[in-house]
């Protein structure tokens, strides 16, 4: 039977690494969502822009894995570190997803949300030896996923010290239960986006114990988007090259 991977990124430019791989691809729709297939050494290629957070991520997913069965699903995509010993484009094999939550829906400092789940994902054998024979800078670490941005220096680091995880998004996590509730195997790399020590996402941050009009009023008070954005593009373009030659390499091994 021929085998099939799904492969997930939340952003446009994220999946654009993937479509690169396969020039040969069509767009389709699968459960409302649009998806491109392609091939890659005889297996079947589908590429899904989930979008970004939790609840949207994971929407997308379940609709198409209740139209389909894939064998295997690779996410891929940016990851805000929380270890302050990873550098912009460090590639991160996720060991384990949590998601994020607050007690029983209460309002609490982003520091004090709690992990409402957890999933151990995927990992191929040997893999981590392979990838460094291949010259690819891997590590391997956990991952929280959370609904809001984390931009804060402080809260990473508050963050890091109660779960010891590597990094934070928000998508794996909630991509993880879809693919735990099917049966499915799941994988996921990283590649670092912004350090633990950089601020400039630190004003697009949310806290959630906060008032709706107190979150508002911040969010008017932001400044400078354009000096936010080039930020944000040049840090994306070395970790966007970096999971390119990830990528590259892992379709090559035929990991599915």
Excluded at 129 to 146: E, F, P, V
Aim: charged share 20%.
């Amino acid at each position: 039977m021929e085998s099939m991977l799904l492969i997930v990124a939340a952003l446009a430019e994220e999946l654009q690494v993937a479509l690169d791989l396969c020039p040969k691809r069509a767009k389709i729709t699968c459960g409302g969502r649009k998806v491109w297939t392609g091939e890659h050494k005889g297996n079947q290629i589908w590429l899904l822009k989930s979008g970004t957070g939790p609840r949207r991520s994971a929407a997308s997913v379940e609709r198409v894995l209740a139209r389909q069965c894939p064998s295997f699903i690779l996410g891929i995509g940016y990851g805000g570190s929380l270890d302050p010993g990873l550098d912009i484009g460090d590639l991160v094999l996720i060991r384990r997803a949590s998601l994020l939550g607050s007690p029983q829906g209460s309002r609490v400092p982003l520091a004090d949300l709690v992990p409402t789940g957890s999933w151990e994902l995927s990992e191929f054998p040997d893999i981590m030896a392979q990838a460094k024979a291949a010259g690819l800078n891997l590590a391997r670490g956990d991952i929280l996923t959370s609904p809001w941005i984390v931009g804060d220096p402080a809260q990473k680091l508050a963050l890091h010290r109660r779960f010891q995880a590597a990094l934070v998004d928000m998508e794996t996590a909630a991509i993880a239960r879809a693919a735990a509730s099917r049966g499915i195997r799941y994988c996921c790399v990283r590649a670092v986006s912004d350090r633990a020590d950089d601020t400039f996402l630190a004003p697009l941050g949310n806290d959630p114990s906060a008032s709706t009009a107190g979150r508002a009023l911040r969010a008017l008070g932001i400044g400078n988007w354009i000096h936010l954005y080039r930020e944000w593009k040049k840090r994306t373009a070395v970790a966007r090259r970096n999971l390119r030659r990830f990528l590259a390499w892992y379709l090559e091994q035929n990991y599915i």
